[in-house]
């Protein structure tokens, strides 16, 4: 087939002072043209100097090579084409198509054909260096690689040799002023990290304070970049444990901050409740204070965990850096409005897929979230490069790691890996590794068996194992039963007596269904009960959390005042500083089981009611049902959890009266986990762990999938930010759900009530100031909940959200898009046109959370 010729456009070419790189909106309204090419590529070019000199010269040295601010000055060359210039004019008020005589050809819908004008840039600097990094730098810096076909910088379509002369001249001017050549780039990975810097120094050199003006000089370059967030730490130096928690270390937290003196890899295995958290900080200070790092990630399995470390990071924060420091308030950790009041344009504004807090927290110096962005650093998605720039020198610290599945083990690998590679210190935290388990994220056998341990890999590979003393030992009684209304009468009658009882479930379903059970049991006692999962409004899960730690933790003071039942998920396994007097747990893996007994008699100040003593009650399947068929028997937890590890987690707990913590744990875990041989239905189990049976997708799959989604320094394999190539493998992928009472448009202008009863009103954003339009898209931020994409409303259609569109992303996705959801007197959700959010289900949002009920419930 005969590929279709493209029209001959005019080349008569625009002087350079009038391409335009950027437009912005006056005080009226009105969108004018901003900066040109010219004034915008000195700018980011002036903006790349001072945000270089963030890292330590060590780090600049390695990966900022000479010439990097003349690279990315010449980042937007490719905006001087006749498509992308008449594109820009078109997008003004008062601009009528084709009419200037340069232009009177050019055809925006072009663009597409050779990737906009990240790809007019790469082929431009193609015919401009033999270097083939340095045009897919360029290329990269709106975060995926350009489609350029067979195009050529000097083909019709993109001007001809005219406008090619043209955007050399350009080149010229930066090289001169910058007195500058395209750099050296040595290898990929480098490549990476300059894909990244330059998109970060193309953002904040977008912001709205340097676009209306002409001239950007280096104080202001200097201003916009430390109001984007980046600015160096001032540490205290020689501070000790102490001095930071209030208490003296213990041996697990020793042995870390002497043997982690520099990059490498550090695994802490030692029991729940130890302190791990604590150790790592105080490694990281000491790195910190030495000059030998740039920052802090945290990275959690969960936002809901996550969220409960903020406050634990701050404090440790508020202590280690200068009082003097002029910039304190803006390191400390960014969760929610801090750090979205820093001033970036182009996605990371607010309404583009970058302003999340959630995203945003890798550019930091210091950040807590989860460890999916981390993860994503190392996948094809957009703006992979960016996250690896924020972790560049980093201390990374890598927490509750035995809680991923192969799928995301497989790729939590490979960021190990780059982290190493980096320069970065990586420590990973866990209470329940297996040794097989260990060894991965070595990337070599580990075969020590003691029991609590620090496993050290430096950056030349040389791996060392150092046992640490236990702790003192804490023994929990176990007892078993099958039947979950036997033990909610001994709940309640537990919890009657002043006992803190913590139930944990395994489906957030499972566990709404439990809480509206213990509801109507306890009415009319002085029971207090609660709920705690991830279906609920940002608002309302930071509410519920603050509060349970409030009563559950070891600084309470109203524990003794009454009797409680919390009721919960995962998310209680995992950094939530609850303290239990009895734990009730739905069957789980080993691992997961281990966990939810570090929540039971956490603190040995904590006073207990008389009679209390340190059990768990696990509920198991019948054990009729178990031999006849056990993927029935587990019920709901079958699809959370493997069938064959649920097998071999009943089998380790075969005639346990107790375990003991920590002595039992390393044998407890490799009874469960270690490979061996199978029969008879285990054997048809492992096959089904292995290679998948129908809707379940196999471990060997797994592995294969998550292989897939690594991606090298440029490739894109999805041009979605958050795409398919999730960082855990879901069969059900979640959406966020922006839950309101009632929306109401008139005059041009929307008017929102939340369930709180507050109101808010929407304009269209023109004419709002930076801080105004942040203030709006975080209330409205937590106002969200993320659920299963079977349980949201249906998605609108784009425009139909264009009053959202100036304060949250509204992606062009329908499966990412955002929903609206409705939600009447009596909880029950609605689409915005008042039909029910699904057809054949009640959906409501009440005390329990976002839920949905069957039609006969």
Known sequence: ?????????????????????????????????????????????????????????????????????????????????????????????????????????????????????????????????????????????????????????????????????????????????????????????????????????????????????????????????????????????????????????????????????????????????????????????????????????????????????????????????????????????????????????????????WFAPRKRSILAPFGVGTIDQALMSVMGVKHSSVRTLGLLGKVVILDEVHSYDMYTGTIVDALVKELRELGCTVIVLSATLTQQRRGMLADQPSPAEAYPLLTAVDQKGQLVEIPIEAPSAKKVELSYASDDSIVLKQVIERAKGGQQVLWIENTVNEAQ???????????????????????????????????????????????????????????????????????????????????????????????????ARCEACVICPDENLMKKDPKKAFGASAHVYASYVLCRTLESLAGRASITLPTDIRQIMEDTYRERPESGVLSDLLNELEEGSGSTVGRRALRQLAQLTLTDAFGTIDDNDESNLATRYCQMPTVDVLLLRRILNRDGKTEIEFLSGKKLDLPDGTGLSYSQKVSTALILMKNCVRTPIYLAPTADEQRSLSWLAPYLFVAAHDGMRIRVGLVDDDGSVYHMDGTPALPNRRVFYDKSGYRCLNPDE
């Open 1 to 353: 087939m005969r590929i279709p010729k493209l029209k001959k456009i005019q080349t008569k070419v625009l002087p350079l002072e009038q391409n335009f790189a950027k437009t912005y909106v006056d005080d009226n309204g009105v969108c004018r043209l901003g900066q040109t090419v010219l004034e915008h590529a000195l700018t980011s070019g002036l903006v790349a100097r001072e945000l270089w000199q963030w890292w330590p010269d060590a780090l600049q040295k390695k990966w900022f090579p000479d010439g990097l601010d003349f690279l990315v000055s010449e980042h937007d060359v490719g905006k001087m084409t006749p498509a992308f210039q008449e594109k820009l004019r078109r997008a003004t008020s008062d601009y009528f198509p084709n009419s200037i005589p340069e232009l009177a050809t050019a055809d925006p819908s072009l663009e597409k054909r050779w990737g906009g004008h990240s790809g007019a840039s790469l082929l431009t600097v193609t015919a401009l260096t033999h270097d083939a990094r340095v045009p897919l730098i360029l290329g990269l810096h709106h975060g995926r690689r350009p489609k350029t076909g067979m195009f050529r910088a000097a083909d019709d379509v993109l001007g001809g040799k005219a406008w090619q002369e043209q955007r050399e001249l350009l080149t010229q001017k930066l090289k001169a002023f910058f007195s500058a050549e395209f750099p050296v780039v040595k290898s990929d990975l480098q490549a990476k990290v300059l894909a990244g810097f330059t998109t970060v120094a193309d953002w904040i050199g977008s912001n709205d304070a340097l676009l209306q003006g002409k001239v950007c000089d280096a104080a202001a370059a200097r201003r916009a970049v430390m109001s984007a967030g980046f600015y160096r730490p001032r540490v205290k130096q020689k501070l000790n444990f102490a001095d930071i928690f209030g208490f003296t270390p213990n041996d697990a937290q020793k042995a870390l901050a002497v043997k982690c003196s520099g990059p490498g890899v550090y695994i802490l295995e030692t029991v729940m409740g130890a302190g791990k958290t604590e150790a790592a900080l105080y490694a990281a200070y000491r790195l910190l204070a030495q000059g030998q790092a740039t920052g802090l990630y945290f990275a959690l399995p969960t936002q809901t965990t996550s969220n409960a470390v903020y406050t634990r990071v701050n404090s440790f924060l508020d202590k280690i850096l200068e009082d003097d420091d002029a910039a304190k308030r803006a390191l400390l950790v960014h969760g929610k409005a801090d750090l979205v009041m820093q001033e970036m344009g182009e996605e990371a504004a607010p309404g583009g897929g």
């Open 513 to 611: 269904k439990l809480h509206e059970r213990l509801s109507e049991a306890l009415s009319g006692t002085t029971v207090e009960l609660g709920i705690i999962h991830s279906r609920f409004t940002v608002a309302d899960r930071e509410v519920n959390e603050h509060r349970w730690i409030d009563v559950l933790g070891k600084k309470s003071t109203t524990r003794a005042q009454r009797g409680r039942v919390l009721v919960g998920t995962q998310v209680l396994e995992q950094s939530l500083d609850i303290d239990a007097d009895f734990l009730v747990t739905r069957l789980c893996p080993t691992d997961m089981l281990l966990q939810r007994m570090g929540r039971l008699w956490r603190h040995a100040v904590t006073e207990r009611p008389d009679g």
